[in-house]
């Protein structure tokens, strides 16, 4: 009887033991799960107020200007970048054909 009532807490022990080690599975899984959904519903907060973004006049009409596009009335002014001798490229010296066509005004 001593026997079969060691074997059955034993069996108890080793049960309890197998439960509470798929409970601490189960925990962290659910504790990943919540710190996933945190993220998500950040992502969806940012997302949304991309949204609304995209219905105001200012984000359309700054996406616009950056196309080239203006108001009536408006003047556009473009700057021209200034290239010094530094900066170009240096002409490659030309072959004996290619002075020969450019004289004779032929294009390769």
């Keep these: 009887m001593a026997i079969f009532l060691f074997i059955i807490i034993g069996f108890l022990i080793f049960t309890n033991l197998k439960i509470n080690r798929r409970r601490q599975e189960i925990l962290s899984q659910i504790e990943f799960l919540k710190k996933e959904i945190q993220i998500l519903e950040e992502k969806s907060a940012n997302l949304k107020s991309g949204i609304s973004q ?27 970048k200034v290239i010094t001798e530094e900066e170009k490229e240096p002409e490659k010296e030309k072959n004996l054909l290619e002075k020969f066509l450019e004289f004779f005004k032929i294009k390769q």
């Design 54 to 80: 995209l219905g105001e006049q200012s984000y359309w009409e700054e996406k616009i200007r950056e196309q080239g596009y203006k108001k009536p009335g408006e003047e556009v002014v473009a700057i021209k």
